[in-house]
């Protein structure tokens, strides 16, 4: 294998070599180790070990972190290998087959791994025949249009290359809000020990509930900011940026996460000013609410104890950081009106989850009880529909199969219940992908767009409509196709699918899982506006994909979603009774 200088396990997977590692990130270590076999072309049998090892994994229920060896060779396909390896990143946050790929590839390449749509064979062509090592020096190749010259690749895969490259040059340094969060209570956490006697608040785009963070931001009070500097730079989960920084302000960078980070040191009796003033849009503060006074106005005037009493002292409700965008939240505020906003023991039911009867970790029957077991009275299962072979999309004998195995869960597991539902692909001209004599035989159907997503706005509207105004689609799923930090959505017409949703009586899903969060929570208050009901579902291609509701949960929020216009909110008597009348009136 070519020498390189290499990167660690490590600073690819920020925080493994936590003592409490999720199996999540040992599981993303062998599917590293597995690209990076099949980058330098070694054995296939050496990397299907590892992608065997994957799928064994992805079931496992129990923490793999602190498991014996014994233990771990006790599971049925984890030989003495896997499991020697499993101990190893316990021990230090990797092991040596990892290290040993790692130091022979250059960075750039590795980072070439996380392009969408080019696998590791394709890097290895990029790497070798172009001589590309950094993902600056790839994207100069497709500006020069030497990559649709090479073999297997052509025009359209070097623009789709090339656009994958600017999309992640721009989005470079920033984390998913799920990535971020736990990060920064650890920090707060840390900064509340570091200073026992001291007021400490995280704010800014954490606090704000924002999808993407860029930056953690706090507000320490403190009469003493050259002591406090001096603490600050000592500890290890912060790196000083001397020429940033000032003496009211350490910036830098958190260890952990690689985020850049500010913590702002302003006297105790400013405190309550500067945690509102850093935990709200720039258009919230600037909006004016008499002809003269807005909340900048009101922070000048004098200091205040608490963000409860400068809104207060404005004349209005105490307004929650995530809904201080500026949209319509201060008038609402001033006539007392603001929604009580969805919480999470509001839900009742789990939507839009997949088994192993497509590409789910899980049998129908454990993501039933699981989900029974976390308190929920139904689950809604809506596996990918036929046209998703790629994902063991579920062919009209599987559809039968499985809906008989609910029936039989059904009997077993009540009360609780599990409704019948699919994931149907929305072809490319709209239509489902199932005739109606078995699109009538699911309870409810969430209708998304998984193919030819390089579509303009006209065409990727009219699309959606033609689905929504399909009798059979009862909710419409992720309704951008986006990834966030990864890959831009299809632009749409909000509006007009929005009003197409109101028109035909069609739920629209949050999508919670972090990567998506679509419907974007910019479009929640239209939705609302026109009476279209929410449902926030996880997606979950695993039991542990439920936690992720959380996200949704907090999307919704800021969008000033309320329990009454959460369709999951609703109890399962209300739900059955919902999808029966909605088929009966199917013509």
Avoid at 14 to 34: C, P, Q, S
Avoid at 568 to 575: M, R, T, W
Wanted: hydrophobic share 40%.
């Amino acid at each position: 294998m070519p020498e390189a200088k290499g990167l660690s396990a490590f600073s690819i997977f920020v925080g493994i070599r936590d003592i409490a590692l999720e199996n999540k990130k040992i599981i993303k270590l062998f599917k590293l180790t597995a690209e990076l076999l099949e980058l330098h072309d070694e054995n296939p049998f050496k990397v299907r070990s590892y992608t065997n090892a994957v799928g064994v994994l992805e079931l496992v229920e129990a923490p793999l972190a602190g498991m014996s060896q014994r233990e771990l060779e006790s599971m049925q396909g984890v030989g003495k290998g896997i499991a020697s390896k499993i101990i190893e990143i316990n021990t230090t946050g990797s092991f040596e087959e990892l290290d040993q790929m790692l130091a022979a590839t250059p960075p750039g390449v590795v980072e070439m791994l996380r392009i969408k749509g080019i696998g590791p064979k394709k890097v290895r062509n990029l790497w070798q025949e172009l001589g590309a090592e950094t993902v600056e020096e790839l994207l100069e190749a497709c500006e020069q249009d030497k990559v649709s010259k090479l073999k297997g690749f052509g025009a359209k895969t070097q623009e789709n290359i090339k656009q994958a490259l600017l999309f992640t040059q721009e989005n470079r340094g920033k984390l998913l809000y799920a990535e971020a969060e736990a990060g920064a209570e650890e920090l707060l956490q840390r900064l509340k020990e570091a200073f026992p006697d001291t007021q400490v608040e995280l704010v800014g785009q954490v606090r704000r509930r924002l999808e993407i963070v860029e930056e953690l931001q706090f507000i320490l009070a403190t009469d003493t900011p050259v002591s406090v500097q001096q603490e600050l730079n000592m500890l290890e989960e912060l790196r000083r940026d001397e020429k940033a920084s000032g003496p009211f302000a350490w910036r830098g960078y958190h260890t952990v996460s690689d985020l850049r980070t500010e913590i702002k040191l302003v006297p105790t009796e400013h405190f309550a000013n500067e945690v509102l003033l850093h935990s709200a849009a720039p258009e919230h503060l600037a909006q004016y609410f008499t002809s003269s006074t807005n909340l900048l106005t009101v922070l000048r005037e004098q200091s205040y104890t608490s963000e409860a009493d400068i809104y207060k002292s404005a004349g209005m409700a105490y307004i929650e950081p995530e809904l201080r965008e500026g949209t319509n939240e201060l008038t609402l505020a001033l006539e007392n009106k603001l929604p009580k906003l969805l919480e999470m023991s509001d839900l009742k039911g789990v939507l839009h989850n997949h088994s192993t009867y497509s590409d789910g970790a899980h049998t129908l029957e454990q993501m039933a009880t699981y989900c029974r077991d976390m308190g929920y009275q139904y689950l809604g299962i809506s596996d990918h529909s036929k046209t998703a072979s790629y994902a063991g999309g579920l062919r009209e004998g599987d559809v039968l199969r499985q809906q008989k195995e609910i029936d039989e869960l059904n009997k077993k597991l009540a009360p609780f219940k599990i409704f019948k539902g699919i994931e149907s692909d929305i072809l490319g001209d709209g239509s489902l992908d199932y005739d109606a004599d078995i699109l009538q035989t699911f309870d409810f159907i969430v209708a998304s767009v998984h193919s030819s997503l390089n579509m303009d706005e006209k065409k990727a509207t009219t699309r959606l409509i033609t689905a929504i105004e399909n009798p059979y689609t009862t909710m419409l799923g992720h309704p951008t196709g986006r990834l966030l930090l990864r890959r831009e959505g299809y632009p749409i017409n909000h509006r007009m699918v929005i009003d197409a949703c109101a028109a035909n009586n069609v739920i629209i899903e949050i999508n919670s899982n972090p990567w998506r969060l679509d419907l974007d929570w910019r479009w929640v208050q239209y939705a609302l506006e026109k009476g279209v009901m929410l449902s926030i579902n996880p997606d979950a291609h695993h039991t542990s994909g439920y936690n992720d509701m959380k996200y949704g949960v907090l999307i919704g929020r800021k969008g000033g979603l309320t329990k009454e216009m959460t369709f999951n909110a609703k109890p399962v008597e209300e739900v059955e009774k919902y999808f029966r009348s909605r088929k009966e009136n199917i013509k």
